[in-house]
């Protein structure tokens, strides 16, 4: 697979010296333009917190180093976060069967899921001005004892209300704080490696997953649903807060600006598209890790079964991840981001479809998990390339915040669309599968994008150096007398660019 030229470190995150040099050197100022076009168009915001930068912090960087650790920290929060979510698979199935939650409607278990998710997005701009003002530890630890708090006060619920209280909005505060402290730490410690170890990270949510789907099954069987809930409560409250006390960041360092709302972003297309990969992908991937243990039950597996099926889709996940981070080092994070939302749309189409009423199918789709939540391991990655290190703490702000609508109503959407009989989640599967297909159209083009920036870059470089005159070389003047200036190099067209680069084959 042939690659782009590495035009300099700051043009693009993913170079490897191992790549081709261009015959010229990109002028500063071009380079410039860039950074400040990454930054939002806010050069004075980006300046302002150069000069903040603290020289000590960044004399004592290295690639990797202490960050290792801060990787292993936030693997493990995303394990006591993210991870302990995905177990409401189990809880949901358990719902919906038990009986143990008087008069409430199927809707109303699916909405408490969803909040979960939708009210950690909801909070991301309040924990990015926390950040901001106490520090990414203090952010953290509120996070932690919120999410304590919430699943005790859930080991004494009867009512449904009670539920939406204490596992949606609480637990989603909590998780929301964690998570938004934790997200944008790991690219800060490493360049060249950015990808491998923000999805290393990132896989702590597939390992707690995997975990936590076996363990809660097993826990509301032999001791029931309260004492399910305390147990993971005082599990979260140890590992989280002994990941509080070794998380460190390096935002003075980068000059990283924590504004919850950088309304310039909102007037370029790329940021657009990258919303709209994330809008769509989080439908599907919310309704896919909510719904397989329901589904397997669905169709005639046993509860053991279906927790099996959620454990080995959270266990892909959490192993993918790392390979996804390995090859989007080696192939480009927005190739790696793009291909495996197309496979995850496929996927739901055709495997879950066509082999998930049988128990080796389901096995076989829930390995596909590796795919399912790309977005999680590549976000960030993807979010450098097109804002840049700078912004993308406030740029993640208003990501999740857009994300807060359809992950409230994802799993809402699903069990609504599910109907009785064998084949009750043909909707569900059509239309999970069609969105992930809308989602790769929004990378790609995104990926195209990125590809038109580079071509600029390269074509402004060779511009700079055409116009600069040789050492020896005559000058070329009119007749009139004048200096004859260079001809200006035409770029293509913008649609045209676009379509072109939509099928060129290189790394970005």
């Not at 402004?460 to 000058?475: F, I, L, M, N």
Request: glycine share 12%; net charge neutral; proline share 4%.
């Amino acid at each position: 697979m042939p690659e782009t030229p590495a035009l300099s470190h700051r043009a693009s995150s993913q170079t490897e010296t191992d790549e081709p040099q261009l015959a010229f050197e990109v002028p500063p100022n071009v380079l410039g333009d860039v950074d400040v076009m990454a930054g939002g168009g806010n050069k004075k915001a980006l300046d302002s917190s150069a000069t903040e930068s603290d020289s000590t912090g960044e004399s004592e960087f290295r690639e990797g180093g202490y960050g290792w650790v801060v990787v292993l920290s936030v693997l493990l929060v995303n394990a006591h976060t993210w991870g302990l979510n995905s177990s409401y698979a189990v809880f949901l199935a358990y719902y919906l069967r038990s009986g143990a939650i008087a008069g409430a409607s199927p809707l109303a278990f699916a909405f408490v899921g969803g909040l979960s998710i939708s009210i950690a997005f909801l909070v991301s701009p309040l924990a990015t001005l926390c950040i901001g003002r106490f520090g990414t530890k203090a952010t953290l630890r509120i996070g932690v004892g919120l999410e304590a708090v919430s699943f005790i006060g859930a080991s004494f619920t009867s009512q449904a209300w009670h539920l939406l209280l204490s596992q949606g909005i609480c637990f989603g505060t909590g998780m929301g704080f964690c998570f938004t402290a934790t997200v944008g730490v790991v690219p800060q410690w490493f360049t060249k490696r950015r990808s491998l170890a923000n999805a290393i990270s990132t896989s702590g949510s597939g390992f707690g997953g995997l975990m936590y789907s076996l363990a809660t099954n097993a826990m509301i069987s032999n001791l029931g649903l309260p004492w399910a809930f305390r147990i993971l409560a005082i599990l979260a409250f140890v590992v989280n807060g002994v990941c509080s006390l070794l998380v460190r960041d390096r935002n003075k360092a980068v000059g990283s600006v924590h504004v919850a709302f950088h309304g310039a972003l909102f007037r370029r297309l790329e940021f657009w598209l990258f919303l709209g990969w994330g809008f769509f992908s989080i439908i599907s991937y919310i309704i896919v890790v909510f719904s397989l243990t329901d589904y397997s039950q669905h169709v005639g597996f046993s509860a053991s079964q279906g927790s099996l099926v959620a454990a080995l889709f959270n266990l892909s996940q959490g192993l993918g991840r790392i390979l996804i981070g390995f090859i989007g080092d080696r192939f480009g994070i927005m190739n790696v981001a793009g291909l495996g939302t197309l496979v995850a749309g496929l996927a739901a189409l055709f495997i879950w479809i066509l082999a998930g009423q049988h128990y080796a199918g389901a096995v076989v789709y829930a390995l596909f998990g590796i795919v399912a939540g790309i977005i999680w391991p590549t976000v960030a990655p993807v979010g450098v390339e097109v804002i840049g290190l700078q912004l993308l703490p406030s740029a993640l702000s208003i990501y999740w915040l857009v994300l807060v609508l359809p992950a409230t109503f994802a799993e809402v959407i699903g069990l609504s669309m599910r109907k009785p009989g064998v084949d009750g989640y043909i909707d569900v599967q059509v239309f999970t599968g069609i969105l992930y297909l809308v989602s790769f159209v929004s990378i790609w083009l995104l990926r195209s994008w990125k590809l038109r920036q580079i071509e600029a870059l390269i074509m402004e470089g060779e511009h700079q150096v055409a116009s600069t005159p040789r050492k020896g070389d005559a000058a070329t003047v009119t007749p009139g007398g004048a200096e004859k200036k260079p001809a200006i190099v035409q770029e293509p067209g913008l649609l045209r660019a676009y379509l072109t680069n939509m099928f060129a084959i290189k790394r970005v």
